[in-house]
């Protein structure tokens, strides 16, 4: 679980990045919305890289069970 959870944690770590850097200079909403932003990126590109990579495996034992 926790090997899993450090990529997350790193995209929560860019949002707080974010949120430090832009609340100053453009106001709370701003900030809080760009830090939210940063935040379900992350984490949407996490997803995505993680089921692509789901696909290839169900496809590469799919191709090595149809040739059987």
Same mark, same amino acid.
């Given at each position: 679980?926790?090997?899993?959870?450090? @990529?997350?944690?790193?995209?929560?770590?860019? &949002?707080?990045?974010?949120? $430090?850097?832009?609340?100053?200079?453009?106001? &709370?909403?701003?900030?809080?919305?760009? &830090?939210?932003?940063?935040?379900?990126?992350?984490?949407?590109?996490? @997803?995505?890289?993680?089921?692509? &990579?789901? $696909?290839?495996? $169900?496809?590469?034992?799919?191709?090595?069970?149809?040739?059987?």
């Amino acid at each position: 679980m926790l090997a899993n959870s450090a @990529w997350g944690l790193l995209g929560f770590g860019m &949002a707080i990045a974010v949120m $430090h850097v832009a609340v100053v200079p453009f106001g &709370a909403a701003v900030g809080l919305s760009l &830090a939210l932003g940063t935040c379900v990126t992350s984490n949407l590109t996490l @997803w995505g890289i993680g089921r692509r &990579a789901m $696909h290839k495996v $169900h496809n590469k034992r799919r191709e090595t069970t149809d040739t059987m």
